[in-house]
Structure formats: structure tokens, C-alpha cells
């Protein structure tokens, strides 16, 4: 069992940047894959980033590739999400997920969530 603390989301101007933190708690960091998802007002939850448990592996969905990047330190059991160019269309609460499937899997494998942090972005 894993316990993620997410931290970092705040109100930020388009085009700013912000870096959202994961902190866990309990089983190793490095036995998971890593996900960030967000979820918009009256929208699904939605696949951000991932990143694999030899910390090289990355997927990223296609309206944030470019913008966003996911890294862990599992030393600090610590996932990051630093992101950049931010738009109004990002707003959205951030959660952490931890599972055991690969980085391209769909959100039903994340076993573990965070209790989400806002960003909001403002045109």
C-alpha cells in the first residue's frame, strides 16, 4: 500500500509555470509506475503523464507534450510535474496515481490516487 500527497497547484497567469510535487508514504516509490491525471469541472479524469520505474520512461498525452514533464526521484519517494506554457484550457485538479502497469496504461490500473490539487489558470 502507497500513500500520495500531492502538492505545488495554485492560480497561475497563462503562460506561467507551475511544478506540481507527489510525495509517498508506505510501499517503495520504485515498485510503481507513476501517473499524473487531471479532471476539469463536468469533464472525465484525463491522462496527463507517466513515468516508469526506472525513472527513463515517459508518456506524455498529445496536449501536453512539449509543455509538461514528468520526473520521480525515488530516493525522495517524490514525483514531479513541472509545467510550462501554461493555458486557461489546463484548469483542472491534479492527481498523483501510482500502479503497476505500463506508462500508456489507462486510469482503472492506477491502484492509488492523491486527493488532487488545483490549478487554475487564468487568461
Known amino acids: 500500500q502507497v500513500q500520495l500527497v500531492e502538492s505545488g497547484g495554485g492560480l497561475v497567469q497563462a503562460g506561467g509555470s507551475l511544478r506540481l510535487s507527489c510525495a509517498a508514504s508506505?510501499?517503495?516509490?520504485?515498485?510503481?509506475?507513476m501517473g499524473w491525471f487531471r479532471q476539469a469541472p463536468g469533464k472525465e479524469r484525463e491522462f496527463v503523464a507517466a513515468?516508469?520505474?526506472?525513472?527513463?520512461?515517459?508518456y506524455y498525452a498529445a496536449t501536453v507534450t512539449g509543455r509538461f514533464t514528468i520526473s520521480r526521484d525515488n530516493a525522495k519517494s517524490t514525483v514531479y510535474l513541472q509545467m510550462n506554457s501554461l493555458l486557461p484550457e489546463d484548469t483542472a485538479v491534479y492527481y498523483c496515481?501510482?500502479?503497476?502497469?505500463?506508462?500508456?496504461?489507462?486510469?482503472?490500473?492506477?491502484?492509488?490516487w492523491g486527493q488532487g490539487t488545483q490549478v487554475t489558470v487564468s487568461s
Open positions: 508506505g510501499r517503495t516509490l520504485s515498485t510503481y509506475v
Open positions: 513515468v516508469g520505474r526506472n525513472t527513463y520512461t515517459t
Open positions: 496515481a501510482a500502479g503497476l502497469a505500463g506508462v500508456a496504461s489507462p486510469p482503472m490500473t492506477y491502484a492509488h
